[in-house]
């Protein structure tokens, strides 16, 4: 089992839309969660990150969070074709050293 | 101009060749990482440093050496590179905070080993 799962995509919403999309996590103990948006051939650009269970909102994006379920997810309202991008989860398990571990990524299309 | 710069942008190079992946940071951040990214595998930690003088392996460090040349300099080498290191490389920064604690990324350099 890896220890941050995404499903690849690509996942495709009409303009408009909200899109969700999700993340698994394997430790338990992990302690705070990061979303990150990657355009082709780009750097990773953080969007939001969120550490306490529940939902946690910036403009059009809410990251939600189950500890219990092991579970983050990232919503985007409005979705709009300059969101189409790969969205990476990253998960901070250890807190002595606040390493991330990345998962695979999703792919949105947003389509006009 | 950019808080977290890498160069070369691109570079081809042919196996056994020794070559150095440079990063800087303008952000006055302490600690500094190099990962590498492949289709499908995502971004994979290579090495990372808490300090000039705490320098530690990530989960793919064979293959690779590092220096931490200066608070804001932190470089990556491939004493011989071989095709399978073929990747985007990219160089991040973040400030000691605990748990909200966030990388900062830079553009990326783009290896191809023949």
């Known amino acids: 089992q890896k220890e941050v799962e995404q499903n690849s995509g690509p996942l495709s919403v009409p303009e408009g839309a909200i899109a969700s999309l999700n993340c698994t996590y394997s430790d338990r103990g992990s302690q705070s969660f990061f979303w990150y948006r990657q355009y082709s051939g780009k750097s990773p650009e953080l969007i939001m990150f969120?550490?306490?269970?529940g939902d946690k909102e910036d403009g059009r994006f809410t990251a939600q969070l189950n500890k219990a379920s092991q579970y983050v997810s990232l919503l985007i309202r409005d979705s709009q074709p300059s969101d189409s991008a790969t969205y990476l989860c990253a998960v901070n398990r250890d807190g002595a050293t606040n390493k991330l571990i990345f998962g695979t990524g999703t792919l949105l299309a947003v389509q006009p | 101009d950019a808080d977290v710069t890498q160069t070369p942008r691109n570079r081809i190079t042919k196996t056994g060749k020794r070559i150095m992946l440079e990063c800087s940071q303008t952000k006055g951040h302490d600690r500094m990482y190099w990962y590498r990214q492949d289709p499908g595998l995502g971004l994979r930690l290579i090495y990372y440093s808490f300090d000039v003088k705490d320098i530690n392996k990530g989960e793919i460090s064979d293959g690779y050496s590092v220096s931490r040349q200066a608070q804001a300099k932190f470089s990556l080498s491939l004493e011989s590179a071989i095709p399978n290191q073929t990747a985007l490389y990219f160089c991040?920064?973040?400030?000691?905070?605990?748990?909200?604690?966030?990388?900062?990324f830079g553009p990326g350099t783009r290896l191809l080993v023949l």
């Open positions: 991040a920064t973040s400030e000691s905070g605990g748990a909200q604690e966030t990388q900062y």
């Open positions: 969120i550490y306490s269970n």
